[in-house]
Each structure stands twice: as structure tokens, then as C-alpha cells.
């Protein structure tokens, strides 16, 4: 009698089991890296992880319910695969729900920008000569100072912890995405600031660089060719509350003949807190071409800090080569070959070398580094 109740009981959950499709997936990059950080630095031996993508784990589900409606789900956290010993679920964390409507989701995600900037970057943020400059900062792309003593926060300059020139991910944000309209999808994100109007009055009331934030993008897609545009605008958590701002455009665009592809990018960042200002730019080229079974790929970016009124600074200016080689061995792994350039263009200049999700900066202001990479990845 008893085998009889359990085998009705789990009959009658397996159609609810069948709805809700749960995936378990990840990816490992590790690889051997000669890294020249230029001056008098030494060079660096490392095996090191995301040289060419950012090692990952990462849970995703759906569950199909009633009237054209499912239930989404992802969690996504950064591995440091070369040491394993750290892992956190910053990359994707969001709930939401998917019908006609397109997609709506609760969260920490992507930014409708980073999709418009990706468009147009051959190497999609990863390899050596990656565009890190432009979207994690340090003191590559300069900032907005959110860290350090009371007055300090809110300065701009290239110094330490600085926000970039704009966000790749929102948290405490909704973000939505059109199903696709004759190859046309438009993405917004909104971001809350999770404040109740108080005066944060030291460095310690500031742990994130972004507040309240509003970000769109068009993305149109039609045969070989890929447009993207996008507006991110900005509050910044400085030493007084919202009284910083970033506003960034974004224009990218792609178009492929035959085996070839090529990409590239405009994008301008405009930082200030009242007549302290900053406007940082970037241009990104790049082109693909099928060779064998793997792909080639050559990137080139110019960045750009130009310091506003009240600073006396000159120009901040660097250009990055990318080159990378990936080869599949399989349907889930490849090897990969990578080599990057920074060269800075003045004596105040500090622009890094940027892999996938690493980075190492140079000796000095002013000096350029290079690094050469091989390495395997796995996808599961």
C-alpha cells in the first residue's frame, strides 16, 4: 500500500518537474602569461585565470506556466580558477518573466550599454588588449574618486578605485528587453538608489560608485550588418549624496562579408561634480577572419581623459593592440593564443594592460606593457 501512495505521489509531481528546466553550466580559462609592465619592473611568469573569458559557475532555470508566460532565473558568479578560492555571484542575479512582452528581470544584470558596445568589439571584452580601460577604470580611464579620505571622495583624476567610464551590470535594478521587431531589440534598465535622501558624509556611505541610474539601447540586426546605440545616465555616490554625474554614449556597429567580420566603436563619458569635469572617449576597431577551424582577431583602441575646469592635468592618452588566435578542439573546449599592447602617449598616462578579466598595470605613468598568453578553455 505503501509503494502503491509514493508511486501516485510521484506521478502526480512529474508533470510539474517537466515544467521547471533547471541548468547547472560554467566556464574554466586558465593560461601560462608573460606579462612586461614596462619601466623597471621585471617580468612576470603567471598562470592565471580569464586571460582570454572570466572562469564562471553559474545556475539558470525556466518554468513554463500558463498564457504565453515563463518564470526566469539566473545566478552567475565570477571563479578565480588559478587559486579557487574565491567565488561570488556578482555577474547575474536576477528573477523575472518572459511572454509577448520580451523579457522583464529583477536583479543584477548586463546593461543595455555594454550589449551596444559589444555589438562593435571584436574580442567582446576578452584576450589581451580587451577594452577593461574603458569599463572598469583604476587608473587606466580615470574617474571619479569614490574611495579614500572624506575629501578626496568626489575628486577627479586618475587616481586609485575610480568607477570607469561606465557601468557593465546594474544591481537593484529592472531591466527590460523587446522581443525583437524586424531585427530591431531595444533594452532599458533602471537602477535604484536604495536612499532615503540623507547626506552620506564619509567614504564608508559609498560602497558602490553608481546610485540611481537609467540606461537604453536600439540594437537592429538585419543580414550581415549590426548597429547598436546607447544612453547611460547616472547618479554617483559621492561624499554628498547625488552630487556627482556620468552621462555616456555609445555607437557600435558590425557587418560581416563572407568570412570576414569587422567591428568598431564610438563611445564618449561625461563625469563631473559641478564645475569639476571630466570627459573620457574611446574609438574601437576590429576585424575576424575564419582561419582553419578557429578564428583570428586584431583589435585597436584610442582612449582619451580630458580633465575639465578647475584641473590642471593634461590629457591622458593611450593606444591598445589585441590579437588573439581560437582554436576548437572540441564542441566545448579550445585553446587559444593572445598578445596585447598598451602604449601610453604622455608622462601622466596610465592606462593598463586588460585581458578577459584580469589586468595588470604599468610600472609608472607613461610607460607602455605588453603581455603574451596560451592558454585552454572549457565550457560545461
Known amino acids: 500500500m505503501k509503494k502503491s501512495l509514493l ?7 512529474l508533470p510539474v518537474v517537466a515544467q521547471a528546466q533547471v541548468t547547472l553550466y560554467g566556464k574554466m580559462d586558465l593560461g601560462v602569461g608573460s606579462i612586461d609592465r614596462g619601466g623597471t619592473a621585471k617580468s612576470i611568469m603567471t598562470v592565471d585565470t580569464a586571460i582570454a573569458q572570466t572562469s564562471r559557475l553559474g545556475i539558470r532555470g525556466t518554468e513554463k506556466m500558463t498564457g504565453g508566460l515563463n518564470a526566469i532565473f539566473q545566478i552567475e558568479g565570477g571563479v578565480t580558477a588559478d587559486s579557487g578560492n574565491t567565488i561570488n555571484f556578482n555577474r547575474e542575479s536576477w528573477v523575472g518573466l518572459n511572454g509577448g512582452f ?6 543584477r544584470t548586463l546593461t543595455p550599454s555594454f550589449h551596444a558596445d559589444a555589438l562593435g568589439d571584436m574580442m567582446v571584452y576578452s584576450y ?13 580611464a580615470c574617474g571619479i574618486q569614490t574611495s579614500g579620505t572624506p575629501s578626496s571622495v568626489g575628486s577627479v583624476g586618475c587616481a586609485t578605485s575610480t568607477p570607469g567610464a561606465y557601468s557593465t551590470r546594474f544591481s537593484n535594478g529592472i531591466n527590460w528587453t523587446s522581443p525583437s521587431m524586424s531585427g530591431l531589440v531595444i533594452r532599458a534598465a533602471y537602477a535604484f538608489s536604495e536612499r532615503d535622501g540623507t547626506t552620506a558624509t564619509t567614504a564608508s556611505d559609498t560602497p558602490n560608485s553608481v ?9 537592429y540586426s538585419a543580414g ?26 555609445t555607437l557600435a556597429g558590425s557587418y560581416q562579408i563572407g568570412s570576414i567580420t569587422l567591428k568598431g566603436g564610438w563611445a564618449t563619458s561625461e563625469q563631473g561634480t559641478g564645475s569639476t569635469t571630466l570627459d573620457l572617449s574611446k574609438v574601437n ?25 578647475g584641473e590642471t592635468a593634461v590629457k591622458r ?23 596585447g599592447r598598451t602604449d601610453n602617449k604622455n608622462a601622466v598616462s596610465g592606462y593598463g594592460l586588460w585581458a578577459g578579466g584580469v589586468s595588470y598595470s ?8 605588453s603581455g603574451l598568453g596560451f592558454g585552454v578553455i572549457h565550457n560545461f
Open 7 to 13: 508511486a501516485i505521489a510521484v506521478a502526480a509531481a
Open 224 to 249: 550581415p550588418l549590426g548597429v547598436a546605440l546607447g544612453y547611460q545616465d547616472q547618479k554617483m555616490k559621492l561624499a554628498a549624496n547625488n552630487a556627482g554625474s556620468r552621462k555616456v554614449t
Open 102 to 107: 520580451g523579457d522583464i528581470r529583477l536583479g
Open 362 to 369: 604599468p610600472q609608472a605613468n607613461g610607460v607602455d606593457s
Open 317 to 339: 592618452e593611450a593606444n591598445v593592440l589585441g590579437l588573439a588566435y581560437n582554436h576548437p578542439l572540441s564542441k566545448n573546449t579550445s585553446l587559444y593564443a593572445t598578445y
Open 211 to 219: 546610485d540611481q541610474a537609467f540606461d537604453i539601447a536600439a540594437l
Open 128 to 140: 589581451f588588449g580587451g577594452q577593461g580601460n574603458w569599463s572598469s577604470g583604476g587608473s587606466g
Open 285 to 309: 576597431l576590429g576585424a575576424g577572419m575564419k582561419v582553419g577551424a578557429g578564428m583570428l582577431m586584431l583589435t585597436y583602441s584610442m582612449y582619451e581623459a580630458d580633465a575639465g575646469a
